[in-house]
C-alpha cells in the first residue's frame, strides 16, 4: 500500500470519530503501515527443494529448512521464484488466496493431502510488475503455489501466516536475461520480502539411481559440478553461474534443462557486496540430485 492509498484509507476512520479510530486492533494498523517504511535488509535464499515428499517427511534436508528459517527476521511477505512455474512471458500471482498446487503425480495420497493456504498479496504483485522495467509483467490469478514454494516454505514458516507471490520463469529467455531481471527487484529486501529461489543446482532425473533414492551420495560429475558451482557462488563469481554452457561435461550433465538450476541466478543476481553467504543441506542424492542450499545476508 502507497503512502496515498493509506491515507485515503484513514479517511473515513478518522471521520467515524475517535472512538472508532481507536478502537482498531493495534495490530491491524501495524499491518497497513509496515510497507511504508524500510525495513532492515532481508536475506536471500535458495532452496535445494529436490522431491516433494521432503514436504512431508522428517530428514536433515527438512531439519535445514527450519533452522534456517531461525535465522532470518519473520518477513512481511515471501517472493518465490520456482524452477515449477516456466510460461512464455513473465507473470506475479496476484490473487489474494492462492491455492495450493499438487503439480506431480504417483505420490502417496498423504502428499496430496497437503494444502498451504498462505495468503497472497495483491499489492506486492503489483508492486514487483512496477519495479520490472526489462519486460511487461502480467498479474496472475490462476497459478497459485506449486510444490516449488510450499514444499519449502511449509518448513519456514509453518503457520501459513505470511503472505506468498510467485514470479514465473519465461522459458524463452537467456540465463543473462533472468539474472539482469532478478536485480530490478533488488529493493525488495528492504521492505522486509524474503525472496527465495526454490530448485536444485545439480537436478538430472534421467540419470537418477532410484534403488538409492535416499542415499546421500553423487556421481562424479555431480560432484565436481556441485563443487564448482558453490565455489563460485562463495567467491561472488557469478559470470561461469550464468554461463553455465560453456563450463564442461560435468555442467551439462548437471544441468539438462536449465528450470531448475534458473532460480539460482535469480538469488545469485540479489547478492550485494557487504552480505555474507552461506551454505547448508549441501548433500548429493541418489547420484545425480544435489540439495545444496544457500543463504545470502
Not at 84 to 99: K, N
Not at 203 to 211: A, K, T
Not at 229 to 239: E, Y
Request: with cysteine; net charge negative.
Amino acid at each position: 500500500m502507497d503512502r496515498k492509498s493509506f491515507l485515503k484509507t484513514l479517511v473515513p476512520l478518522l471521520a467515524a470519530g475517535p472512538l472508532t479510530f481507536a478502537g482498531m486492533k493495534l495490530q491491524d494498523l501495524s499491518k497497513m503501515t509496515a510497507p511504508l517504511g524500510k525495513t532492515p535488509k532481508m536475506p536471500v535464499l535458495f532452496l535445494g527443494h529436490g522431491s516433494p515428499m521432503n514436504a512431508i517427511e522428517e530428514n536433515e534436508f527438512v531439519s535445514g529448512f527450519r533452522n534456517v528459517a531461525k535465522t532470518i527476521p519473520k518477513p512481511n511477505a515471501i517472493l518465490c521464484v520456482s524452477a515449477h512455474w516456466e510460461t512464455r512471458g513473465t507473470y506475479v500471482t496476484a490473487m489474494a488466496h492462492p491455492p495450493t498446487i499438487h503439480d506431480f503425480g504417483g505420490f502417496p495420497k498423504a502428499l496430496f493431502d497437503v494444502q498451504y493456504p498462505a495468503p497472497g498479496s495483491p499489492d506486492l504483485a503489483k508492486e514487483t510488475q512496477s519495479l520490472i522495467t526489462k519486460t511487461e509483467v502480467g498479474l496472475d490469478d490462476k497459478w497459485g503455489l506449486d510444490h516449488g514454494a510450499w514444499s519449502v516454505i511449509k518448513h519456514l514458516y509453518p503457520a501459513a501466516d505470511i503472505p506468498v507471490i510467485q514470479l514465473s520463469l519465461d522459458y524463452s529467455k537467456t540465463p543473462q536475461y533472468h539474472y539482469e531481471l532478478a536485480q530490478e527487484i533488488k529493493s525488495l529486501r528492504e521492505k522486509g520480502v524474503l525472496i527465495i529461489g526454490s530448485g536444485n543446482m545439480v537436478h538430472n532425473l534421467r540419470m537418477v539411481e532410484w534403488r538409492r533414492l535416499n542415499d546421500t551420495y553423487g556421481f562424479d560429475w555431480a560432484i565436481e559440478a556441485n563443487e564448482q558451482m558453490k565455489s563460485h557462488i562463495l567467491s561472488g563469481d557469478h559470470q561461469p553461474l550464468i554461463h553455465f554452457r560453456s563450463q564442461g561435461r560435468a555442467w551439462d550433465l548437471a544441468i539438462p534443462t536449465p528450470e531448475h538450476y534458473l532460480p539460482l541466478l535469480y538469488s545469485m543476481a540479489l547478492r550485494e557486496e557487504s552480505d555474507s553467504v552461506s551454505l547448508f543441506n549441501d548433500q548429493p542424492v541418489a547420484g545425480s540430485l544435489t540439495m545444496t542450499s544457500v543463504k545470502i545476508g
